[in-house]
């Protein structure tokens, strides 16, 4: 049998045909390789019904809004490959619902998880706790964390629509005690991320931040639903 010698064109050619495919087999793999963004919790993450946008944090993660966030072109997950977005949190949301947000989850492919909790129980109670209270929440919180089947998971903790001003206190309780108290879930909220993802640190950006990133008092505005967004993102990014 005789030896095949190509010619340096024909070993081009080949070169640059195999390249071609290698280029097309990754573009194929990456357009099937979908990646889903799950949101849980409460209105930090369903925050929609306070901006005339109906935008939350979810969204813009999965597809940035070029027109009211133009900084942020290019910045999401679908600039990166396939993806979507199952939002699951609820405005209101305490510990005790989140087992329910987590009925009927079936995952395929690669998923994030995204869990903001703990405002509300604070509003409920927990911000004047001197007994069991916050040691409930937190053993809820992991239980709920351990059994969530997404990895990797995010943990945003509490911010504190009060920027650390005692003047602007809104819930009649000892500034001390509320801030003991708020601390304390964000130290629970910590521990669990640390156990089984990662923490996003919602309270030390929103410190840095000003009134317009909450509307109502305590929810995130639009100006909010980008910023809790900002704070997730180079979580989310370094993840696909």
């Known amino acids: 049998?005789?030896?095949?010698?190509?010619?340096?064109?024909?070993?081009?050619?080949?070169?640059?045909?195999?390249?071609?495919?290698?280029?097309?087999?990754?573009?194929?793999?990456r357009e099937q390789t979908m990646?889903?963004?799950?949101?849980?919790?409460?209105?930090?993450?369903?925050?929609?019904?306070?901006?005339?946008?109906?935008?939350h944090p979810g969204?813009?993660?999965?597809?940035?809004?070029?027109?009211?966030f133009p900084e942020f072109h290019g910045q999401d997950l679908e600039s990166r490959g396939t993806a979507r977005l199952e939002h699951r949190a609820r405005d209101g949301a305490t510990i005790t619902g989140l087992r329910s947000q987590a009925q009927g989850l079936h995952i395929e492919g690669q998923a994030i998880a995204l869990?903001?909790?703990?405002?509300?129980?604070?509003?409920?109670?927990?911000?004047h706790d001197a007994g069991e209270g916050i040691a409930v929440f937190a053993n809820a919180l992991d239980e709920f964390?351990?059994?969530?089947?997404?990895?990797?998971?995010?943990?945003?903790?509490?911010?504190d629509p009060t920027f650390g001003d005692d003047r602007r206190?809104?819930?009649?309780?000892?500034?001390?005690?509320?801030?003991?108290?708020?601390?304390?879930?964000?130290?629970v909220i910590g521990k669990v991320a640390?156990?089984?993802?990662?923490?996003?640190?919602?309270?030390?950006h929103f410190l840095a931040g000003d009134p317009s990133w909450f509307t109502a008092t305590i929810e995130p505005s639009l100006r909010g639903a980008s910023e809790v967004r900002r704070a997730f993102l180079p979580y989310i990014v370094g993840k696909v």
Not at 59 to 68: A, E, G
Not at 115 to 127: E, V
Not at 169 to 187: E, K, M, S
């Open 194 to 204: 640390n156990r089984y993802g990662h923490l996003v640190d919602l309270h030390a």
């Open 169 to 187: 206190n809104f819930l009649g309780v000892d500034p001390t005690v509320g801030r003991t108290n708020l601390q304390r879930v964000n130290t």
């Open 145 to 159: 964390v351990q059994q969530l089947p997404i990895r990797p998971v995010l943990l945003g903790n509490v911010y």
């Open 35 to 55: 990646v889903t963004l799950y949101t849980f919790g409460d209105s930090i993450l369903d925050c929609a019904r306070y901006n005339e946008f109906g935008v």
């Open 59 to 68: 969204q813009l993660l999965v597809r940035n809004d070029d027109h009211l």
């Open 115 to 127: 869990i903001t909790i703990g405002g509300n129980d604070l509003l409920r109670g927990l911000i």
């Open 1 to 29: 049998m005789s030896s095949f010698h190509p010619t340096r064109r024909e070993f081009i050619h080949v070169i640059a045909g195999g390249a071609g495919l290698v280029g097309l087999l990754y573009y194929v793999q």
